[in-house]
């Protein structure tokens, strides 16, 4: 499968982005998919996550409440809605997917094989 992250910008503090992962190549609703991000000087994080038949997903503490991960199988996307956005939630953001992670470990971003290039998302104060 390969997947192309998008939906990033500049948003002022408090704004909405929705990040959108499309799939191609393969069945995308038998991979686990999983958003992550990378601001500069930091580590990678785990955002959130979901598996692949749903309904279990992961959030990161620091975006409960704020940021929403769904899937359209359909359509071969997952989507990140990201509301009242804080200047830390700067990053570039990156999506990834893999067919075999079980609940337990969907927020470990070495579970997933097949990354996409990120999508840049800016936060003004």
């Known amino acids: 499968v390969q997947l192309q992250a998008s939906g990033g910008g500049l948003v002022q503090a408090g704004g909405s982005l929705r990040l959108s992962c499309v799939a191609s190549g393969r069945t995308f609703s038998r991979y686990s998919v999983g958003w992550f991000r990378q601001a500069p000087g930091k580590e990678r994080m785990t955002v959130a996550a979901i598996k692949l038949n749903g309904p279990s997903t992961f959030y990161d503490d620091s975006v409960k409440g704020r940021f929403t991960i769904s899937r359209d199988n359909a359509k071969n996307t997952v989507y990140l809605q990201m509301n009242s956005l804080r200047p830390e939630d700067t990053a570039v953001y990156y999506c990834?997917?893999?067919?075999?992670?079980?609940?337990?470990?969907?927020?470990?971003?070495?579970?997933?094989?097949?990354w996409g290039q990120g999508t840049l998302v800016t936060v003004s104060s």
């Open positions: 990834a997917a893999s067919p075999s992670v079980i609940v337990s470990n969907l927020w470990n971003p070495t579970a997933y094989s097949t």
